[in-house]
């Protein structure tokens, strides 16, 4: 199992049993392109563990949180909307140092200063207005905590249909909604600039740290010769940014 | 005459006679995207320039630098290693808060803390190896100096031939030498990710304060529906960098 794709948004799409059955196949299969290249490139971006609180927004089944707490996280929220995915993660999980919390990234209220690292993997697409919730998470965190998050990349997102065929990317200006196709129909997702993405963070007063577009490795390649594409036209906009210290 | 596509590579492409025939023949026309989105885009970005030191690395025919003092700079450098570029620099700029020297911006050398603005008008993509001259501008900078570069758009740079089609990306992944043909043939770029330049930055000890990828309005739009291809692939990025003061 990976720990990708998991929403966070205000819609309800893996809670329909034709997309979760399809989702969970594709997940249980290791078919894509996420245990070759997205998880690795992720992790590395991660700040030392020791003893961190984390909050992980969008976390799907809870393999993330389970891979925080074993690299030596203290606690690990897990949020996720969904009730499958809810569910999943409850009985995937037997570690009392993760816990789940069943809302919209967007909705959570934490104090302030009060987490070490925020992590999101491939869920803030599913968000329609992202600056408030950065606003929020930023507020969560310590100063000099981290925040890193991997999601869908612009050049994706732009004209996701089209995206589907490496090479083609289209209407990058238009910021908004996007209907897709992923299992079932109506899966929506929401598109902005990288730049966009990126001021956002800024604005919500962290400073950029890292910024990756990760693509497969020679190696990884030779295992899996379907991932070439990810070579052409990146897939994945991991972003890792702190809250600065005070002055 | 705008002040674009100017460069500061180690090739001589703007001291090739056809080519400078048709780029200057491009210029005078005003009839590029420059005018109407990349310019305005990027004078936005500029901090206050009231008694600012600046340096414009690939001044061109030193366009940006006569604006540069027209809003309040004390001095502007203009470099560029075009002998072409620099003649008409000289003969088209009669104020003297203005030099030029006729350098490739890697080779320049300006002493620590001296400058408060470097800036590169689309020229940045021109340069092979980008972290050293990175390293080397921020040092000119004093603490709080402002770096405010534009280049071409990676999704552009990374398959040159495929981009001057709109929607069309390609080899995203895979950095360095591109052959182009810009008015005559061989004119090299080099593409790197936008990752890679963001990070390239940020190793170089400067904060990330915006990062823009213009794109046209309605209104320039409907003066220009030319541009329109412009809104459906980003052309040009562009990027402000603060050195960051002393703790």
Same mark, same amino acid.
């Given at each position: ?10 819609q309800?799409?893996y ?7 399809? $989702? ?5 299969a290791?078919? +894509?392109?996420n /245990? ?6 992720f ?5 030392? *563990?020791? !003893? ?9 089944? @809870? ?8 690299k030596? &996280? ?8 969904? &009730? ?11 570690? !009392?140092?993760?816990? $789940?919390?069943?809302?919209? &990234?967007?909705q ?15 869920? *803030?697409?599913?968000?329609a !207005?992202? =600056? =408030? #919730? ?5 507020? %969560?965190?310590?100063?000099?905590? %981290? ?10 997102? &732009?004209?996701? /249909?089209? @995206? ?11 910021? +908004?909604?996007?209907?897709?196709? %992923?299992?079932?129909? +109506? ?18 007063? #962290? ?5 990756? /577009? =990760? ?11 379907? *991932? !070439?594409?990810? +070579? ?13 210290? =005070?002055?």
């Open positions: 199992m990976g720990w990708h794709n998991v929403s966070v948004s205000m309800n799409i809670d329909d049993e034709v997309f979760f059955a399809g $989702y969970q196949a594709m997940r249980d290791r078919s +894509g392109i /245990e070759a290249v997205k998880q690795p490139a992790l590395a971006l991660l700040p030392p *563990l020791d !003893d961190a609180v984390v909050v992980d927004l969008g976390c799907g089944d @809870g393999q993330l949180c389970r891979v925080l707490v074993d030596g &996280a203290k606690s690990v929220l897990g949020v996720d909307h969904s &009730a499958r995915m809810f569910a999943l993660a409850e009985k995937r999980t037997v570690d !009392d140092r993760v816990r $789940y919390l069943k809302s919209f &990234a967007e959570v209220t934490l104090p302030a200063s009060s987490v070490d690292l925020v992590t999101s993997s491939l869920a *803030l697409h599913y968000v !207005d992202l =600056p =408030p #919730l950065l606003e929020r998470l930023a507020t %969560w965190l310590r100063p000099g905590g %981290w925040f890193v998050a991997s999601m869908e990349h612009p050049v994706v997102t &732009a004209a996701p /249909e089209l @995206g589907s065929h490496p090479c083609i990317v289209d209407n990058y200006a238009s910021e +908004g909604e996007r209907d897709t196709t %992923w299992y079932v129909e +109506g899966v929506v997702k929401y598109h902005r600039r990288i730049s966009t993405i990126i001021n956002g963070v800024i604005d919500a007063g #962290l400073a950029i740290r890292r910024v990756i /577009e =990760p693509t497969p490795t020679t190696e990884s390649l030779v295992q899996r010769p379907n *991932l !070439d594409h990810y +070579g052409r036209l990146p897939a994945v906009l991991i972003l890792a940014a702190t809250k600065p210290l =005070p002055r």
